[in-house]
């Protein structure tokens, strides 16, 4: 019988800071706005012959790249049904809802994401996070991010 073992990894360095906006209807966002997001994991993967399923400091590695990558940026939601980002110039300009907004491309990421929001920042880190441990033993990984205290988003995959 196979055993497994669960590590949580929830590092107070896991974390980056970046300005979003939740859009809730064609008509309804939020203000410009920016958070302290925090990010942790759990990872269930087979004990090893050695004593220790994974290396911790591997996954702690890959959470602090995927944060580093979106620390300090302004968010934006690439695959939102109510906006359009395109490129003008050094800029992205944002139609939404009959207005245009500007944004520096060089402090903006437009990710592949439906909308700013906790679930949907959990969601494409942990697929960015799976891909970098593709051959690697896992059986599930559960990604987790923060805007603030008692406030996540949770987003999780298994093997089959």
């Known amino acids: 019988m196979e055993e497994l073992t ?15 906006y939740t859009i809730f209807s064609a008509t309804e ?3 410009l706005h920016g958070h302290n997001y925090s990010v942790s994991a759990k990872i269930v993967a087979p004990m090893g012959y050695n004593g220790f399923s994974a290396d911790y400091n591997v996954y702690k590695n890959r959470l602090a790249a995927l944060c580093d990558a979106l620390d300090e940026y302004t968010l934006l939601a690439g695959e939102s049904p109510y906006q ?33 929001t906790v679930e949907e920042f959990s969601r494409y880190l942990l697929g960015k ?8 033993d896992l059986r599930e990984v ?14 999780h995959w298994h093997s089959d």
């Open 129 to 136: 996070l799976l891909d970098e441990s593709a051959g690697d």
């Open 6 to 20: 669960t590590l949580y990894i929830d590092k107070e360095s896991h974390k980056f800071s970046a300005a979003h």
């Open 29 to 31: 966002r939020e203000r």
């Open 84 to 116: 359009e980002v395109v490129e003008s110039g050094s800029c992205y300009c944002v139609r939404y809802d009959g207005q245009e907004i500007l944004f520096l491309q060089s402090d903006t990421q437009v990710l592949p994401i439906r909308n700013a």
């Open 142 to 155: 559960e990604l987790c991010v923060a805007s603030g205290p008692g406030q996540k988003g949770c987003t």
